[in-house]
């Protein structure tokens, strides 16, 4: 079964506006981080925001939140006010804290923003 | 901040050659560091788990007779891809994870290597 599931392939937005990409997970260890990383054409990957299973607050970094919904399974990634430069694929990542501590990536979502 | 480092960072060879790739951790200790296989248009994929003085932990269906890891100190894992094939063709990348931190390190990436075999 699959651990990480980004469900929208592709997404579009206009500049100046916000986005949400979708992000859910599965897991039975209590411990576990959740991560979104940016990979632009180039193939590089930028670390962009961290939520662990215990945080009671949703994780911001600069434009970038996660709207963490735990009792969901949910870990979506808010980007405010897009910037061209935010075109990209997306990547939910989660890394759970018993075992090799490796993370698993979804399927990841290209993000288009529009003029 | 934690920098890592992954050369070289495009590779085109002849089917049969083998191709080290090296990936260092330049200001922080890592014990562990993972390499993980990019198909074009798809997500990562784990590919092994490099442990600093001891074998390395293979995903299943990962052949290590011709992935072969080596990470001899703390700041240095390499991966040989050996008798290279066009279809090991691929973006290969490294990471690593800071020694004795906590959970919510991130881990950090090397910039990759697109392997293109002829």
């Known amino acids: 079964a699959q651990k990480i599931t980004q469900t929208q392939p592709g997404m579009f937005v206009q500049e100046k506006e916000a986005v949400t990409l979708d992000c859910t997970y599965d897991t039975s260890d209590p411990s576990y981080g959740l991560f979104w990383y940016k990979q632009p054409s180039s193939g590089e990957m930028i670390f962009l925001i961290y939520?662990?299973?215990?945080?009671?607050q949703n994780a911001t970094e600069g434009r970038y939140s996660l709207n963490f919904q735990k009792a969901r399974k949910s870990a979506n990634l808010v980007i405010s006010a897009s910037q061209l430069g935010d075109s990209a694929m997306y990547f939910c990542a989660m890394r759970e804290d018993t075992g090799r501590r490796a993370l698993t990536f979804g399927s990841g979502t290209r993000l288009q923003v529009q003029p | 901040g934690a920098v890592v480092s992954q050369h070289p960072s495009w590779v085109i060879c002849k089917s049969g050659t083998s191709v080290k790739i090296e990936c260092r951790s330049l200001?922080?200790?890592?014990?562990?560091m993972f390499w993980y296989r990019q198909f074009p248009k798809q997500s990562l994929m784990l590919m092994a788990t490099?442990?600093?003085?001891?074998?390395?932990?293979?995903e299943q269906g990962v052949e290590k007779d011709k992935f072969l890891i080596n990470h001899a100190s703390l700041t240095l894992s390499t991966l040989t891809v050996t008798s290279a094939h066009p279809e090991d063709s691929s973006f290969y990348i490294c990471?690593?994870?800071?020694?004795?931190?906590?959970?919510?390190?991130?881990?950090?990436f090397g910039d990759g290597t697109r392997l293109s075999i002829l």
């Open positions: 990471s690593a994870h800071l020694s004795g931190r906590g959970s919510n390190q991130p881990q950090h």
């Open positions: 490099s442990n600093e003085g001891s074998k390395a932990t293979y």
């Open positions: 939520q662990g299973s215990y945080d009671q």
């Open positions: 200001d922080f200790q890592a014990t562990t």
